[in-house]
């Protein structure tokens, strides 16, 4: 549609997830018309984003030394590990103030249809990990969809004649929501988890 530069830069935007060509387009012309300093800006922190930021050696989180901050914070406790599919997972966890273990991070979700078996993943480093006997808690905090759930079958298979206390993050109806607009298996998953009340 445009010539040049600016399509490429609108291609460009679009392959990014959740970036559709009307928001590709919305986003190129917003930095044509912005300041040369916010866009250098930008380009930098890209550069540099890739340049210098890696995956931890020991868990799979972003990091940009060897070791992530939680891998290399003493007061986290290595007897609980918590599983989880992505870095941003572990963004969203740690915002609870809930967790005080550490993580391991997949890379992703067993995903048949998209040609990601369990090799693709970073299991193996979770089984040396857990090799050595320190580890008692597995957490499998995977997503609640069809990927999340095979993974944390798979991943529970294996964990559980380990001798480890294996759990799965409760999912239910979200605060807030109405029950009428629950679909079945987030409706069938609140009652699994339902909780005994005390007066």
Do not use: W
């Not at 918590?82 to 809930?98: H, L, P, Q």
């Not at 990990?129 to 905090?141: K, M, P, S, Y």
């Not at 759930?149 to 298979?157: K, S």
């Not at 069938?188 to 339902?194: H, K, Q, S, T, V």
């Amino acid at each position: 549609m445009y010539e040049g530069a600016v399509q490429d830069l609108i291609d460009e935007l679009g392959r990014l997830p959740g970036v559709g060509p009307k928001s590709a387009q919305r986003i190129a012309f917003h930095i044509l018309s912005a300041d040369p300093a916010d866009v250098r800006r930008l380009s930098d922190a890209l550069t540099e984003v890739k340049l210098r930021v890696r995956f931890c050696e020991i868990c799979g989180n972003v990091a940009q030394e060897p070791q992530c901050r939680i891998c290399r914070d003493p007061r986290r406790s290595p007897a609980s590990i918590c599983v989880v599919e992505e870095s941003k997972d572990v963004v969203a966890i740690e915002r609870t103030r809930e967790f005080r273990g550490k993580y391991h991070v997949l890379g992703g979700a067993i995903n048949p249809i998209a040609g990601v078996g369990p090799d693709d993943l970073r299991i193996a480093g979770l089984m040396t990990r857990l090799a050595d006997g320190t580890v008692t808690e597995v957490i499998l905090a995977t997503d609640p969809n069809v990927e999340g759930e095979a993974t944390a079958t798979y991943l529970a298979r294996l964990l559980v004649p380990m001798g480890l206390t294996v759990s799965r993050l409760a999912s239910g109806l979200p605060v807030g929501g109405d029950l009428e607009y629950a679909d079945e298996v987030t409706l069938g998953r609140a009652f699994e988890g339902r909780r005994r009340i005390s007066a």
